[in-house]
């Protein structure tokens, strides 16, 4: 690769450019969930921090009817009908058209019971555009605006968090090919929290592993990084925060003395530990949940996992036997709201040099045995909290309670999981092989310009054409 330009200067070039494409490329609402997603980044610039249950057992927010009609719209126009486009006349008129946001009504759906936090990015976007609208009474307010700014927050946030994680890894390679993925810079481009955490924890195991492969002490700096990764992966999906396990890994010789060491696990703890109690404890304080519809569907599939915690664990060897090829291809790129595919012999090539670069990356530097051990248990339990956690609140009233497999994972949360799976694969023989350094650099071009090129154009292809 050209000497002359990083490893994350290039990532960043790269995702802004594709990123900006795909953010005005992709119609309202066509990632998964994105309906929600825009409804609860609104809800947080707005400070509507918490929903609300009707008396029909409903959970909703009180919201602006044109931003209820816009979601309707658009959630289910595009989702299956590969026939229908987006027109030009149609996104202009929903970026020049003001609408009015005065006019209240209660709207029900999916997702309301989450922390608000998962949406910081994309939230404080759309916030600075209100109130730069009060200011400027020219600019136009508009969903469509408000959509695109949440989308840009959520972007920017994305390259800015993998760029200092590519810069400070020593698997460069690995990191780079993780956030160029087709899903990874479709969902960069949305209003999808998915993004925070594929950055988070890229971040977190970058400024780790820089940390236990040099001699350096911890200094403030590797603190404050740990501390922003647990406050975004304990409130954005908290089974995630199981990676910070890994931090025990370093070793206590590292900080200055013990009193450094345990004030250390005190913030890094707490950023993320005090945030997450505190919604928990006011989500119980203001919102009637047993009054919600799904309520009892969650509590029955709680009883029934906690009698089968240690069988639980067949169910998710089932699940991957029944959707082991819908894990993949939506790992890679089941875009859109999971409706249109990339080929899936290209899906096969990335993948297949995704797992050719961890290799060789991971494969140049030995990793400890306390950080494999730790790393190990982190993926153990994120992986069965996942399916675990999708066991309650999908399955439980999409399928039925108590079924023999999980209805609801989808290939995207395993993105996260990249790094963890390289320091499984770390051992340090493949020291000092110049000739696979030199093939590592070539096929990640390869990567990238097929995963970036393929991705905008079918995008395009797909709603424009």
């Known amino acids: 690769m050209n000497a002359k330009i990083k490893d994350e200067q290039l990532f960043a070039v790269i995702a802004f450019m594709a990123g900006i494409l795909l953010i005005f490329l992709i119609p309202p609402m066509c990632s998964p969930d994105e309906n929600s997603h825009y409804i609860n980044a609104y809800s947080l610039a707005r400070g509507i921090f918490f929903p609300t249950v009707s008396s029909d057992g409903y959970m909703g927010r009180m919201l602006p009817q044109s931003l209820i009609d816009f979601v309707e719209t ?3 126009k595009f989702a ?9 006349a149609e996104a202009h008129q929903n970026l020049t058209a003001s609408e009015s946001f005065g006019n209240l009504a209660f709207y029900d759906y999916w997702n309301a019971d989450l922390n608000l936090l998962a949406y910081l990015p ?37 390259i800015t968090a993998m760029y200092f994680a590519i810069k400070r890894t020593p698997y460069k390679k690995s990191t780079l090919l993780m956030a160029l993925l087709p899903m990874s810079i479709a969902l960069a481009s949305t209003l999808s929290y998915d993004t ?17 492969q040099s001699d350096r002490r911890v200094c403030t700096a590797d603190i404050a990084v740990f501390a922003v990764c647990s406050f975004f992966l304990f409130n954005v999906k908290m089974v995630y925060a199981a990676f910070l396990l890994c931090l025990f890994a370093v070793p206590i010789r590292r900080f200055i003395d013990r009193k450094q060491y345990a004030r250390s696990i005190v913030i890094v703890g707490a950023s993320g530990l005090l945030p997450f109690l505190l919604f928990r404890v006011l989500f119980r304080l203001l919102v009637n949940k047993k009054r919600w519809y799904y309520y009892s569907f969650l509590h029955q599939q709680s009883l029934f996992l906690r009698g089968h915690l240690f ?24 875009l859109g709201q999971l409706d249109y595919l990339l080929p899936v012999s290209l899906c096969l090539l990335l993948c297949f040099i995704l797992l050719l670069v961890v290799i060789i990356d991971y494969g140049q530097k030995p990793v400890g045995f306390l950080l494999k051990g730790a790393n190990l248990v982190a993926l153990l339990i994120c992986l069965y909290l996942t399916f675990a956690g999708t066991y309650i609140i999908w399955t439980s009233h999409e399928v039925g309670i108590g079924v023999n497999y999980v209805s609801g994972v989808q290939g995207r949360y395993f993105i ?11 051992n340090g023989r493949l020291k000092n092989k110049e000739a696979l350094t030199v093939f590592r650099d070539r096929i990640s071009l390869i990567f990238i ?17």
């Open 122 to 158: 994309s939230g404080f976007a759309i916030f600075l555009y209100l109130q730069i609208s009060k200011l400027l009474p020219s600019l136009i307010l508009s969903n469509g605006n408000l959509l695109l700014v949440g989308r840009f927050g959520n972007l920017i946030f994305f």
């Open 196 to 212: 925070v955490v594929i950055s988070m924890t890229a971040l977190l195991f970058a400024r780790l592993s820089d940390l236990l």
């Open 416 to 426: 996260p999981l990249i790094p963890s799976a390289g320091i499984i694969l770390a």
């Open 311 to 334: 069988s639980f664990c067949l169910t998710i060897l089932h699940s991957f036997r029944q959707y082991a090829s819908f894990y993949f291809l939506s790992f890679v790129g089941d």
């Open 74 to 76: 658009y959630n289910h």
């Open 449 to 465: 310009a097929l995963s970036v090129t393929y991705t905008v154009m079918f995008t395009f292809l797909r709603y424009w054409v």
């Open 80 to 88: 299956g009908h590969l026939d229908v486009q987006y027109t030009f």
